[in-house]
Nanobody
Framework: QVQLIESGGGLVQAGDSLRLSCAASGRTFSVYNIGWFRQAPGKEREFVAA????????SLADSVKGRFTISRDNAKNTVYLQMNSLETEDTAVYYC?????????????????WGQGTQVTVSS
């Protein structure tokens, strides 16, 4: 069992940066790949980024490449999403999720555990 808690969201202006954190409980955290998803009002939840359990491999959605980075610190049971050059289109609730898959995956159905989400609002 893995419990995930997101933090770090807030209200910022376009061009600003934010760092989201996903803190996990459970001794098996380090064997899970972790993904970040986001859901804007009236839209489907979409993949943003994922990182392999070892931290050596990452995947980013095309819409955030060059602006967002994902990293993890297994000693702290925490995954980070660094978001730079934020745009109004990045406004959404951001969720982290855990998947025990051999490869990084972007489909929601492969993720077994989800956090409650943190709101990110980017104003113009």
């Amino acid at each position: 069992q893995v419990q995930l808690i997101e933090s770090g969201g807030g209200l910022v202006q376009a061009g600003d940066s934010l760092r989201l954190s996903c803190a996990a409980s459970g001794r098996t955290f380090s064997v899970y790949n972790i993904g970040w998803f986001r859901q804007a009002p009236g839209k489907e939840r979409e993949f943003v980024a994922a990182i392999r359990w070892s931290g050596g491999t990452t995947s980013l959605a095309d819409s955030v490449k060059g602006r967002f980075t994902i990293s993890r610190d297994n000693a702290k049971n925490t995954v980070y999403l660094q978001m730079n050059s934020l745009e109004t289109e990045d406004t959404a609730v951001y969720y982290c999720a855990a998947a025990r898959t051999a490869q990084l995956v972007s489909r929601r159905e492969f993720y077994d555990y989800w956090g409650q989400g943190t709101q990110v609002t980017v104003s113009s």
